[in-house]
T-cell receptor, first 109, second 116 residues
């Protein structure tokens, strides 16, 4: 079993939809949680960072961490075609960063 | 703005060739990393370095070596390229904590290597 599981998609939604991206993990020691966005043929860039449990909001993006269920989510409100990218979750216990496979998202105009 | 620069974006090499992938960061970060990214396998850590002349094996070091002679530069070396090393290679850097402890990993644009 992988330490971090992420549905690779692809996920296709119409413009304006609410998007939910998710990762599950098995290591209860993880306490740092990140979401990276990767456009085609580019390197990943940090989108959201959360420490421990709870929610964090940044504009149209909300990151949620549920440590009891070992489940993290990224919500995108009012999705735009420019949000089309691969989204990778990443997490650590303070040491090595473990990445999910990435979910490919396509937002259609 | 943090910048991690990978000098070669697209390379085509022959089987058995020695390949150098160069990476430079301008943020004076202690940590530098090399990952490869493959469809269905995600990001896999090849090597990392937490100081000049220091290196640590990641999850898939076989067939690779690295060099860090200066703090800002981290090179990935394929001693004898093979077709199964065709991939996208990503260099990254961070402050101490390897991306945990609130320290962000910054990635370069990637180097697409094809071995024929």
């Amino acid at each position: 079993q992988k330490e971090v599981e992420q549905d690779p998609g692809p996920l296709s939604v119409p413009e304006g939809a609410i998007v939910s991206l998710n990762c599950t993990y098995s290591n209860s020691a993880f306490q740092y949680f990140m979401w990276y966005r990767q456009y085609s043929r580019k390197g990943p860039e940090l989108l959201m960072y959360t420490y421990s449990s709870g929610n964090k909001e940044d504009g149209r993006f909300t990151a949620q961490v549920d440590k009891s269920s070992k489940y993290i989510s990224l919500f995108i409100r009012d999705s735009q075609p420019s949000d089309s990218a691969t989204y990778l979750c990443a997490m650590s216990a303070g040491g090595k960063l473990i990445f999910g496979q990435g979910t490919e998202l396509s937002v259609k105009p | 703005d943090v910048k991690v620069t990978q000098s070669s974006r697209y390379l085509v090499k022959r089987t058995g060739e020695k390949v150098f992938l160069e990476c430079v960061q301008d943020m004076d970060h202690e940590n530098m990393f090399w990952y490869r990214q493959d469809p269905g396998l995600g990001l896999r850590l090849i090597y990392f370095s937490y100081d000049v002349k220091m290196k640590e094996k990641g999850d898939i070091p076989e067939g690779y070596s690295v060099s860090r002679e200066k703090k800002e530069r981290f090179s990935l070396i394929l001693e004898s390229a093979s077709t199964n090393q065709t991939s996208m290679y990503l260099c990254a850097s961070s402050e101490p904590g390897q991306g945990g402890s609130g320290n962000t990993i910054y990635f370069g644009e990637g180097s697409w290597l094809t071995v024929v």
